[in-house]
């Protein structure tokens, strides 16, 4: 596809998550194994721990170098996605309690409104006990 922009890096440690956790899981069956004082399968569990370390230093040092350096928080978006999350509304719950909280994001979902607009809306809060009463860099 013209223009598509394959996620390589995302995948590639997402494949190295899933062996270190395959590797957990024979690090914890084989340390299991252990009879008469003697585990036969310290070999097994130090190549599996060793992989994971080399999986995971090399695995973390190419996303950072092909992926992670160089971008770049747009803030504008960040604020607006902050305050279009209807999670927000259980920051409410202890001033106004869960039933007035929950009619306040359904009320923004349903409309397209903002929780602060919605909160306001309702009457159930003020501007001034958002501004005050709750993170303000949310509100």
């Not at 159930?124 to 509100?139: P, S």
């Amino acid at each position: 596809m013209p223009g598509k922009v394959n996620p390589t890096q995302c995948e590639m440690l997402t494949m190295v998550a899933v062996q270190v956790m395959g590797n957990d899981t024979v690090v914890g069956f084989a340390s299991s194994q252990g009879n008469f004082e003697l585990n036969v399968y310290k070999p097994v569990i130090m190549h599996n721990t060793l992989q994971s370390i080399y999986l995971l230093a090399d695995g973390m040092e190419t996303f950072n170098n092909n992926c992670a350096v160089g971008i770049e928080p747009i803030e504008e978006n960040i604020d607006n996605y902050l305050n279009q999350s209807l999670m927000l509304v259980t920051a409410l719950n202890p001033h106004i309690g869960y039933e007035k909280a929950a009619q306040i994001a359904k009320k923004a979902h349903k409309e397209g409104l903002t929780l602060k607009e919605s909160a306001i809306q309702t009457g159930y809060v003020t501007e001034e006990h958002l501004k005050h009463g709750l993170n303000q860099k949310i509100w």
